[in-house]
């Protein structure tokens, strides 16, 4: 069964096939898969935000309020329902909406981007044309995504249903959503609470991850909030909520920033990466096929990134960014321009090997352009080392985020793992176990599940392995 | 008195891999191989590639790696110490423990391979490697100092390497093949075994080098009564070298003879296949005129399967891409059909009639005349590298 | 062999030019460049004078602006001031020598003094008698002893920086001027004066502004004017060389060799060379313990994996050093901290620092205590001081050399040279050890490539958790107190000993391989 499957895929499709076999990699996907789901349903599971919010009014009518969904920004709208919607297309067996699963992700992938490009347009529309035009926003984000239906992926009547609905999902998003609100008063809940004027059905983890308060400083997990004070009404009012894992030096709630945090760690991994294997193949690619001085220029300045330890370059090229412009893109793109040194020399070398061969000669030979050549008979085969190195460069690239944070140079106002890690030996001469062991752990399965990803991946992909250590 | 008696050797490669993408099971890579090897005797073992010559050699020391590799059943009988006279006690290699097999390695049966460019470690120098072998046999010569390095000198000259003295502190990679082989026999018969094995030792060399090199290992065996098992390729070898010929084909021989009698007269077609595709210097009786026939072309041919005698019995040349005669499954039988000439027969009961003992012929023929016709050089031959 | 040496080594230098060059272009152009982040801007908080950069008035602002651009040459533009820093940090040195002052202080030729900015507007307030009579009166005698040379010296620095912050004064007094006129957009993004904005415009000697910036001008011309002056005297005296000059010449007149001058650190008022000489040791003993430690565990744990590739043991050994690598050094400081070291746990290590306080009243071996009992000694308590950091530092590296022991071996495994030993006889011990382990050891050197450069990343976040004074720590602070010539030295270090360190394992590996020439 899985060789039918995989004979029909090329020879990433069977290396996945033998990937997923190992029990070693198919728990570090799980763990990745739950790091995803959080990631993509954070906001909506920890939130202080009461979901609905039952305003008893002086006229004693009740008004119902959606408070969460309000203060939602558009990528959490799009994500919070697109990923679900995602997950399900993509767990249907066999032949559902007339595709099969191969095809189906890369409808996903499809509609993900132009979602994506939809909110992103539509937020830099309302930038540029001002608050007041939402509709206008709209409709010019609309068209752009819906141009997405000229990409030749979207042939089939499924594909069609699904880019619609991703596409329709980021213009409302995009148009109702989109401003955040600054910094919400959480107190008033509480206190609307305690004097009875109001009843909140909150989220499952009811704390937002930018809530704190002074008199909850570095509380141990489980710890319960009492009761506001006039609790005459009954308990529960604000009170008997928990912290499952404790509280940081600013009293906010350590399970809720790792939930969040969540999103933060796979965005970067993943673009920060991205980032590198653009600039390396690109560069090595250059320098392979050239050859001559474009290879010895180009290596003087890959030996001279090399030369410095990657995390003395990244603490300069984040330390000297004013504080304000630490913002996570900001980060993805230094962490992205300072690791691709290995995927530069890893294409370099296939580059230069594969130039010599007479595939290459033959192609030439019949007149097609360089550029054909380069990139239909060179480049996938030149990519497939970098590739296959790709799990391990997203591991590094979230220590390095995890790190960098650590050392308070990360994306100021925005949980982090490693920021959390900070603050456990912080606190002179106290030692806080709970934020250093949770969100440790947690930095330390997702950097292992990539890691054992792409031990799987190397070794499915080598094809000279012969002792197999099917264990991990 | 033999000194190796091989029989009914099995040999099976298997793992999960196999296991997983051919349903099960395991591929026989020798099945079944008999042969007999006296003191001073060359016995050449003739097969294309993966016939199982290679494997049964490995197997006699147990240097295949284990978990692919199993020997399913099979005895091979080693006189240890045997030489001229008799009387030393006999073991079984296949069964032997560990350490027993140790000392017979290298002692009293050595091995060389075919490719001498990679079978010598890089990084120490030749002189250690043989002495590290010298070592290991005669320890006594750790007791005088230099006693090893000069056993080590000695085999260096005995295989004709000029100025020993200052290549044996030499890399291998200095070395020219032909030299880097010499080095290798040197290094096998420092400790003076009484059986070489040697597998394709001159197929990656040029022919003038193959000579020399062939040369060289006559005039020592002449010198020391020492037996050979020849593993090649090349019929031309085994013309010029060898007394007894064992023919192998997927894992089971296919006639054995001496080189005399396979020569003249051969009996299994895939044995007169082979000899056909040697182009005759007369333009020669039995071949179609200017063209040469193929093996397959030869096996093929319902002809040359009743050219056997006994054909009128039912006697059929095992061969495995033939259908088998009826009730008789994948079963073949070495049977001896002329004194001292055995064919793998299909078991039919004719051939179940037949006498079967193992393969065994003591002759050695002297080195300057064979029947076949072909040069043969004496006396030792000087390096020229 | 020398000859690839030397070659090498003169390879260096570009390189190492090169990741100068990458730094400083990096805290050049950054948002505002050196200067903003000197100034504070956007630290919120950090830094000396950031936070508080804001609230000064406008004068003492123009006058602290001023100082950082005199100093720092942060006026000119990044390439000028990159070269001005290769001079300085060049030991290959052109033109004349600088003078050594007894403390070992580079002193160097003063340069030219600024002109006030648009000072012709105010060309009658220049103050008289200035000029060659005291440039050449300062020729006058005594000036050829340390002592007086350190005076005029002295005096030229009140001069200079009166001048520094009367400049300053006096252009934020001209920007208040040109608004008040209504000139448009008289200061550019820096808040300094664009020049040429007063061309062909009358003075408008109504305004109040007008006023203020003339006295202004008063103050500046004649600060100039005094600076001018002591610059004169210092340079006539500089000539006659009071002090002992440095380096020697090659080319003389022309090219003269010196050590490398790479300047003072801004936040902590030392010579960058001092500190560096006090953080590189303790980050070079950290990981030159750290490396023997790796591979006395990888190499075994390689090998055994190997030997017994494909059965349990390797296994588990593959998966347990898959995990050690994965634990993030942050993580593992911080338990180690948090765990062995604090006392409210098990307290077993120190939590911090290289030395218990009072260990240079100990003796250096350990021996018997000054109040009867034992005492550990230097040597021994800074052994337990490393201990923690040194383990922090090797467990990552165990994971890779591991497993590149391991696949090295397995690979040797299937060579031919070692079915031959064992068709000699050779025991699987010495295979291995002998023919297996050897021919693998080649590749490990090489590894050595990759793992020095990874540990001394980690080493940074070692040292800021276990609060080592080493390198690592000394960059950060330079990062947030945005020290830009610790910066740039601490990185050329952190780069030198780096390609050193790869230039050691081509010479390693050359060594070992005898089929290796190195061309």
Same mark, same amino acid.
């Given at each position: 069964?899985?060789?039918?499957?995989?004979?029909?895929?090329?020879?990433?499709?069977?290396?996945?096939?033998?990937?997923?076999?190992?029990?070693?990699?198919?728990?570090?996907?799980?763990?990745?898969?739950?790091?995803?789901?959080?990631?993509?349903?954070?906001?909506?599971?920890?939130?202080?935000?009461?979901?609905?919010?039952?305003?008893?009014?002086?006229?004693?009518?009740?008004?119902?309020?959606?408070?969460?969904?309000?203060?939602?920004?558009?990528?959490?709208?799009?994500?919070?329902?697109?990923?679900?919607?995602?997950?399900?297309?993509?767990?249907?067996?066999?032949?559902?909406?007339?595709?099969?699963?191969?095809?189906?992700?890369?409808?996903?992938?499809?509609?993900?981007?132009?979602?994506?490009?939809?909110?992103?347009?539509?937020?830099?529309?309302?930038?540029?044309?001002?608050?007041?035009?939402?509709?206008?926003?709209?409709?010019?984000?609309?068209?752009?995504?819906?141009?997405?239906?000229?990409?030749?992926?979207?042939?089939?009547?499924?594909?069609?249903?699904?880019?619609?609905?991703?596409?329709?999902?980021?213009?409302?998003?995009?148009?109702?959503?989109?401003?955040?609100?600054?910094?919400?008063?959480?107190?008033?809940?509480?206190?609307?609470?305690?004097?009875?004027?109001?009843?909140?059905?909150?989220?499952?983890?009811?704390?937002?991850?930018?809530?704190?308060?002074?008199?909850?400083?570095?509380?141990?997990?489980?710890?319960?909030?009492?009761?506001?004070?006039?609790?005459?009404?009954?308990?529960?009012?604000?009170?008997?909520?928990?912290?499952?894992?404790?509280?940081?030096?600013?009293?906010?709630?350590?399970?809720?920033?790792?939930?969040?945090?969540?999103?933060?760690?796979?965005?970067?991994?993943?673009?920060?990466?991205?980032?590198?294997?653009?600039?390396?193949?690109?560069?090595?690619?250059?320098?392979?096929?050239?050859?001559?001085?474009?290879?010895?220029?180009?290596?003087?300045?890959?030996?001279?990134?090399?030369?410095?330890?990657?995390?003395?370059?990244?603490?300069?090229?984040?330390?000297?960014?004013?504080?304000?412009?630490?913002?996570?893109?900001?980060?993805?793109?230094?962490?992205?321009?300072?690791?691709?040194?290995?995927?530069?020399?890893?294409?370099?070398?296939?580059?230069?090997?594969?130039?010599?061969?007479?595939?290459?000669?033959?192609?030439?030979?019949?007149?097609?352009?360089?550029?054909?050549?380069?990139?239909?008979?060179?480049?996938?085969?030149?990519?497939?080392?970098?590739?296959?190195?790709?799990?391990?460069?997203?591991?590094?690239?979230?220590?390095?985020?995890?790190?960098?944070?650590?050392?308070?140079?990360?994306?100021?106002?925005?949980?982090?793992?490693?920021?959390?890690?900070?603050?456990?030996?912080?606190?002179?001469?106290?030692?806080?176990?709970?934020?250093?062991?949770?969100?440790?752990?947690?930095?330390?399965?997702?950097?292992?599940?990539?890691?054992?990803?792409?031990?799987?991946?190397?070794?499915?992909?080598?094809?000279?392995?012969?002792?197999?250590?099917?264990?991990? | 008195?033999?000194?190796?008696?091989?029989?009914?050797?099995?040999?099976?490669?298997?793992?999960?891999?196999?296991?997983?993408?051919?349903?099960?099971?395991?591929?026989?890579?020798?099945?079944?191989? *008999?042969?007999?090897?006296?003191?001073?005797?060359?016995?050449?073992?003739?097969?294309?590639?993966?016939?199982?010559?290679?494997?049964?050699?490995?197997?006699?020391?147990?240097?295949?790696?284990?978990?692919?590799?199993?020997?399913?059943?099979?005895?091979?009988?080693?006189?240890?110490?045997?030489?001229?006279?008799?009387?030393?006690?006999?073991?079984?290699?296949?069964?032997?423990?560990?350490?027993?097999?140790?000392?017979?390695?290298?002692?009293?049966?050595?091995?060389?391979?075919?490719?001498?460019?990679?079978?010598?470690?890089?990084?120490?120098?030749?002189?250690?490697?043989?002495?590290?072998?010298?070592?290991?046999?005669?320890?006594?010569?750790?007791?005088?100092?230099?006693?090893?390095?000069?056993?080590?000198?000695?085999?260096?000259?005995?295989?004709?390497?000029?100025?020993?003295?200052?290549?044996?502190?030499?890399?291998?990679?200095?070395? *020219?093949?032909?030299?880097?082989?010499?080095?290798?026999?040197?290094?096998?018969?420092?400790?003076?075994? *009484?059986?070489?094995?040697?597998?394709?030792?001159?197929?990656?060399?040029?022919?003038?080098?193959?000579?020399?090199?062939?040369?060289?290992?006559?005039?020592?065996?002449?010198?020391?009564?020492?037996?050979?098992?020849?593993?090649?390729?090349?019929?031309?070898?085994?013309?010029?070298?060898?007394?007894?010929?064992?023919?192998?084909?997927?894992?089971?021989?296919?006639?054995?003879?001496?080189?005399?009698?396979?020569?003249?007269?051969?009996?299994?077609?895939?044995?007169?296949?082979?000899?056909?595709?040697?182009?005759?210097?007369?333009?020669?009786?039995?071949?179609?005129?200017?063209?040469?026939?193929?093996?397959?072309?030869?096996?093929?041919?319902?002809?040359?399967?009743?050219?056997?005698?006994?054909?009128?019995?039912?006697?059929?040349?095992?061969?495995?891409?033939?259908?088998?005669?009826?009730?008789?499954?994948?079963?073949?039988?070495?049977?001896?059909?002329?004194?001292?000439?055995?064919?793998?027969?299909?078991?039919? *009961?004719?051939?179940?009639?037949?006498?079967?003992?193992?393969?065994?012929?003591?002759?050695?023929?002297?080195?300057?005349?064979?029947?076949?016709?072909?040069?043969?050089?004496?006396?030792?031959?000087?390096?020229?590298? | 062999?020398?000859?690839?040496?030397?070659?090498?080594?003169?390879?260096?230098?570009?390189?190492?030019?090169?990741?100068?060059?990458?730094?400083?272009?990096?805290?050049?152009?950054?948002?505002?460049?050196?200067?903003?982040?000197?100034?504070?801007?956007?630290?919120?908080?950090?830094?000396?004078?950031?936070?508080?950069?804001?609230?000064?008035?406008?004068?003492?602002?123009?006058?602290?602006?001023?100082?950082?651009?005199?100093?720092?040459?942060?006026?000119?533009?990044?390439?000028?001031?990159?070269?001005?820093?290769?001079?300085?940090?060049?030991?290959?040195? @052109?033109?004349?020598?600088?003078?050594?002052?007894?403390?070992?202080?580079?002193?160097?030729?003063?340069?030219?003094?600024?002109?006030?900015?648009?000072?012709?507007? @105010?060309?009658?307030?220049?103050?008289?008698?200035?000029?060659?009579?005291?440039?050449?009166?300062?020729?006058?005698?005594?000036?050829?002893?340390?002592?007086?040379?350190?005076?005029?010296?002295?005096?030229?620095?009140?001069?200079?920086?009166?001048?520094?912050?009367?400049?300053?004064?006096?252009?934020?007094?001209?920007?208040?001027?040109?608004?008040?006129?209504?000139?448009?957009?008289?200061?550019?993004?820096?808040?300094?004066?664009?020049?040429?904005?007063?061309?062909?415009?009358?003075?408008?000697?109504?305004?109040?502004?007008?006023?203020?910036?003339?006295?202004?001008?008063?103050?500046?011309?004649?600060?100039?004017?005094?600076?001018?002056?002591?610059?004169?005297?210092?340079?006539?005296?500089?000539?006659?060389?009071?002090?002992?000059?440095?380096?020697?010449?090659?080319?003389?007149?022309?090219?003269?060799?010196?050590?490398?001058?790479?300047?003072?650190?801004?936040?902590?008022?030392?010579?960058?060379?001092?500190?560096?000489?006090?953080?590189?040791?303790?980050?070079?003993?950290?990981?030159?313990?750290?490396?023997?430690?790796?591979?006395?565990?990888?190499?075994?744990?390689?090998?055994?994996?190997?030997?017994?590739?494909?059965?349990?043991?390797?296994?588990?050994?593959?998966?347990?050093?898959?995990?050690?690598?994965?634990?993030?050094?942050?993580?593992?400081?911080?338990?180690?901290?948090?765990?062995?070291?604090?006392?409210?746990?098990?307290?077993?290590?120190?939590?911090?620092?290289?030395?218990?306080?009072?260990?240079?009243?100990?003796?250096?071996?350990?021996?018997?205590?000054?109040?009867?009992?034992?005492?550990?000694?230097?040597?021994?308590?800074?052994?337990?001081?490393?201990?923690?950091?040194?383990?922090?530092?090797?467990?990552?590296?165990?994971?890779?050399?591991?497993?590149?022991?391991?696949?090295?071996?397995?690979?040797?495994?299937?060579?031919?040279?070692?079915?031959?030993?064992?068709?000699?006889?050779?025991?699987?011990?010495?295979?291995?050890?002998?023919?297996?382990?050897?021919?693998?050891?080649?590749?490990?050197?090489?590894?050595?490539?990759?793992?020095?450069?990874?540990?001394?990343?980690?080493?940074?976040?070692?040292?800021?958790? @276990?609060?080592?004074?080493?390198?690592?720590?000394?960059?950060?602070?330079?990062?947030?107190?945005?020290?830009?010539?610790?910066?740039?030295?601490?990185?050329?270090?952190?780069?030198?000993?780096?390609?050193?360190?790869?230039?050691?394992?081509?010479?390693?590996?050359?060594?070992?391989?005898?089929?290796?020439?190195?061309?």
């Amino acid at each position: 069964m899985a060789d039918r499957a995989s004979h029909r895929a090329g020879p990433w499709g069977e290396a996945w096939a033998r990937v997923v076999r190992r029990p070693g990699a198919a728990c570090a996907l799980a763990w990745l898969g739950v790091v995803a789901f959080f990631a993509a349903l954070a906001p909506v599971i920890a939130s202080g935000h009461p979901l609905v919010w039952t305003q008893r009014g002086a006229d004693g009518a009740a008004r119902r309020t959606f408070p969460l969904v309000e203060h939602l920004s558009a990528w959490d709208l799009v994500l919070a329902v697109g990923v679900p919607i995602a997950a399900v297309v993509l767990a249907l067996p066999g032949r559902a909406l007339g595709a099969t699963r191969g095809e189906r992700w890369r409808w996903v992938v499809a509609s993900g981007i132009q979602a994506g490009i939809t909110v992103a347009v539509c937020g830099l529309a309302r930038a540029v044309l001002g608050e007041a035009s939402a509709v206008t926003a709209g409709v010019i984000a609309a068209v752009v995504g819906g141009a997405g239906w000229l990409l030749p992926i979207v042939g089939r009547p499924g594909a069609r249903a699904v880019m619609a609905v991703a596409v329709a999902l980021g213009c409302v998003a995009a148009c109702h959503l989109g401003s955040r609100v600054p910094l919400v008063d959480f107190d008033r809940y509480a206190q609307a609470e305690a004097s009875g004027g109001a009843t909140g059905v909150y989220t499952l983890i009811p704390w937002s991850p930018g809530q704190g308060r002074t008199d909850w400083y570095v509380k141990p997990p489980g710890w319960r909030v009492e009761a506001e004070r006039g609790a005459a009404s009954g308990g529960g009012a604000g009170g008997g909520r928990v912290f499952v894992l404790g509280t940081d030096a600013l009293g906010r709630d350590v399970l809720s920033q790792m939930l969040h945090a969540c999103r933060l760690s796979i965005s970067i991994g993943l673009v920060s990466t991205g980032i590198a294997v653009a600039i390396g193949v690109t560069l090595g690619a250059l320098m392979g096929f050239f050859g001559g001085w474009v290879d010895a220029v180009l290596m003087r300045l890959v030996e001279v990134v090399m030369a410095i330890p990657v995390l003395f370059l990244l603490i300069v090229a984040v330390g000297v960014l004013p504080t304000e412009w630490r913002t996570t893109h900001a980060l993805m793109v230094v962490i992205g321009c300072v690791s691709w040194t290995g995927a530069a020399r890893f294409t370099r070398a296939e580059f230069m090997k594969l130039r010599g061969q007479e595939f290459v000669l033959a192609a030439r030979a019949a007149g097609l352009p360089l550029r054909s050549v380069l990139g239909r008979h060179i480049l996938p085969n030149a990519v497939t080392p970098v590739l296959v190195d790709a799990s391990f460069a997203v591991a590094a690239a979230i220590l390095a985020e995890a790190t960098l944070s650590y050392l308070g140079l990360g994306p100021p106002e925005q949980a982090s793992w490693g920021a959390l890690l900070a603050g456990a030996t912080g606190t002179v001469g106290d030692f806080v176990w709970w934020l250093a062991i949770f969100p440790g752990g947690a930095i330390f399965l997702t950097v292992l599940s990539y890691n054992l990803v792409g031990e799987a991946l190397r070794d499915a992909m080598d094809p000279r392995r012969r002792a197999r250590t099917d264990l991990a | 008195m033999p000194l190796l008696e091989v029989r009914d050797l099995a040999v099976s490669f298997g793992g999960a891999d196999r296991a997983a993408a051919e349903g099960g099971g395991r591929a026989m890579a020798v099945d079944g191989a *008999s042969l007999t090897v006296y003191p001073g005797q060359t016995v050449a073992v003739v097969g294309e590639s993966g016939c199982g010559k290679s494997v049964t050699a490995m197997s006699l020391l147990r240097l295949l790696p284990s978990p692919p590799a199993r020997i399913e059943r099979g005895i091979a009988l080693f006189r240890h110490g045997g030489g001229q006279g008799g009387g030393a006690a006999s073991v079984d290699l296949l069964t032997l423990p560990e350490r027993a097999l140790r000392r017979v390695r290298g002692g009293q049966i050595a091995m060389i391979f075919q490719e001498p460019m990679t079978s010598l470690n890089p990084v120490y120098t030749v002189g250690d490697q043989i002495i590290e072998a010298v070592l290991l046999h005669q320890p006594e010569t750790a007791r005088t100092p230099g006693g090893a390095r000069a056993v080590a000198l000695a085999a260096m000259e005995e295989v004709g390497i000029s100025d020993a003295a200052r290549r044996i502190d030499a890399y291998p990679h200095q070395f *020219s093949g032909g030299m880097r082989q010499r080095v290798m026999i040197a290094m096998a018969l420092a400790c003076r075994p *009484s059986l070489l094995l040697a597998d394709e030792p001159t197929t990656a060399l040029d022919v003038t080098v193959q000579a020399q090199v062939l040369a060289l290992l006559r005039e020592i065996q002449r010198a020391r009564g020492m037996a050979v098992v020849l593993i090649t390729h090349a019929l031309g070898v085994v013309a010029e070298n060898a007394d007894v010929v064992c023919v192998m084909y997927a894992g089971r021989v296919v006639e054995y003879a001496r080189v005399t009698d396979l020569f003249d007269r051969p009996l299994h077609p895939y044995t007169r296949g082979l000899l056909a595709c040697v182009p005759p210097l007369d333009g020669g009786s039995g071949t179609l005129a200017g063209r040469l026939r193929t093996v397959r072309e030869v096996v093929d041919d319902p002809a040359e399967f009743a050219r056997l005698v006994g054909h009128e019995r039912g006697l059929r040349p095992w061969w495995p891409w033939h259908e088998p005669p009826t009730g008789v499954g994948t079963e073949s039988r070495l049977v001896e059909m002329e004194p001292g000439h055995w064919v793998a027969l299909w078991a039919t *009961s004719g051939a179940r009639e037949m006498p079967a003992p193992a393969p065994d012929l003591p002759d050695r023929f002297p080195q300057a005349e064979t029947a076949a016709g072909g040069l043969v050089r004496t006396g030792r031959l000087h390096s020229q590298g | 062999m020398l000859h690839y040496v030397i070659r090498r080594l003169l390879l260096m230098v570009p390189t190492l030019v090169g990741i100068s060059l990458v730094v400083f272009l990096l805290v050049g152009l950054a948002p505002g460049g050196v200067g903003a982040a000197l100034r504070g801007a956007g630290t919120g908080g950090g830094g000396a004078g950031g936070g508080g950069a804001a609230s000064f008035d406008a004068g003492t602002r123009a006058a602290m602006e001023a100082y950082l651009d005199e100093r720092y040459g942060l006026a000119d533009p990044v390439l000028v001031q990159y070269g001005r820093w290769l001079a300085r940090v060049s030991p290959i040195k @052109f033109g004349p020598r600088d003078l050594v002052a007894p403390d070992g202080e580079v002193v160097r030729r003063p340069g030219a003094v600024r002109e006030p900015p648009a000072w012709r507007l @105010f060309a009658d307030a220049l103050p008289r008698g200035t000029g060659e009579a005291e440039r050449s009166g300062g020729a006058a005698g005594g000036a050829d002893t340390p002592a007086a040379f350190a005076r005029l010296r002295a005096a030229h620095a009140t001069a200079r920086a009166a001048a520094t912050r009367t400049r300053g004064e006096l252009e934020a007094a001209l920007v208040a001027y040109a608004r008040a006129a209504g000139l448009p957009e008289p200061a550019d993004a820096d808040g300094r004066l664009r020049p040429g904005i007063f061309e062909g415009r009358a003075p408008r000697a109504d305004l109040p502004e007008w006023a203020v910036a003339r006295i202004a001008a008063e103050a500046a011309l004649s600060a100039f004017a005094e600076a001018e002056r002591t610059r004169g005297a210092l340079l006539a005296a500089f000539d006659r060389g009071p002090l002992p000059s440095a380096g020697f010449w090659v080319l003389p007149g022309l090219v003269s060799v010196a050590s490398p001058d790479l300047g003072v650190a801004f936040s902590k008022n030392r010579p960058v060379s001092a500190l560096m000489a006090e953080a590189l040791p303790v980050t070079l003993l950290l990981n030159l313990l750290a490396l023997p430690f790796i591979y006395l565990v990888a190499i075994p744990g390689g090998a055994l994996a190997a030997a017994r590739a494909g059965t349990w043991v390797d296994g588990a050994l593959g998966g347990l050093f898959v995990a050690l690598w994965s634990v993030p050094a942050v993580w593992a400081g911080v338990l180690a901290v948090g765990f062995l070291a604090s006392e409210r746990h098990l307290g077993l290590f120190p939590a911090s620092g290289l030395h218990a306080a009072g260990a240079d009243a100990m003796a250096f071996l350990p021996g018997p205590g000054v109040d009867g009992g034992w005492e550990a000694g230097y040597l021994l308590d800074l052994l337990w001081h490393v201990c923690l950091p040194v383990a922090c530092l090797a467990y990552g590296g165990f994971a890779v050399l591991s497993k590149q022991t391991r696949a090295a071996m397995l690979e040797t495994m299937g060579r031919d040279h070692v079915r031959t030993a064992r068709a000699k006889g050779l025991g699987p011990r010495e295979v291995l050890l002998r023919h297996v382990l050897r021919n693998s050891l080649l590749p490990l050197i090489t590894m050595f490539v990759s793992v020095f450069p990874a540990m001394l990343s980690g080493s940074v976040v070692i040292e800021r958790v @276990f609060s080592v004074p080493g390198m690592g720590s000394l960059m950060i602070d330079a990062i947030q107190m945005r020290d830009r010539e610790v910066l740039l030295a601490g990185v050329l270090m952190v780069g030198g000993v780096n390609v050193l360190a790869l230039l050691l394992a081509d010479v390693l590996y050359a060594a070992a391989d005898p089929r290796v020439t190195l061309g």
